[in-house]
């Protein structure tokens, strides 16, 4: 391992560590504010991307209180990556009943 990953590893893990910390005494941690550098070790993505999501209007959702602080609410960040869930059901599961809300992908054949 490069002394530049390692950095950057050791980098991360405070961040992580400092994370745990505020979740664990936050009175409400869906509530919690995150920097880009703590959500980037949340979700694992980069703070670079974060910042590039930002400038395209997409991610999650952040607040700006001063111009250059772009903080992000835990609450906001947990449903953002929820959005992109996908859940596998059984054919036989009652919830494919509700045609409104089910989107029907046939099945890839294997080559056996």
């Not at 920097?35 to 670079?48: C, D, F, K, N, R």
């Not at 992908?105 to 294997?110: K, N």
Request: net charge neutral; glycine share 4%.
């Amino acid at each position: 391992m490069t002394t530049q990953v390692k950095d950057v590893a050791a980098s991360l893990l405070v961040v992580w560590n400092t994370l745990q910390a505020k979740l664990s005494t936050a009175v409400n941690p869906d509530d919690l504010l995150m920097t880009p550098e703590e959500v980037a070790a949340y979700t694992g993505l980069s703070v670079p991307a974060l910042a590039m999501m930002r400038h395209r209007r997409q991610g999650p959702s952040f607040t700006r209180p001063t111009p250059r602080t772009m903080l992000y609410r835990k609450r906001d960040v947990d449903a953002w990556v929820n959005e992109g869930r996908v859940e596998i059901v059984r054919a036989d599961d009652e919830r494919l009943k509700d045609t409104e809300h089910v989107t029907v992908v046939p099945a890839q054949e294997t080559k056996g």
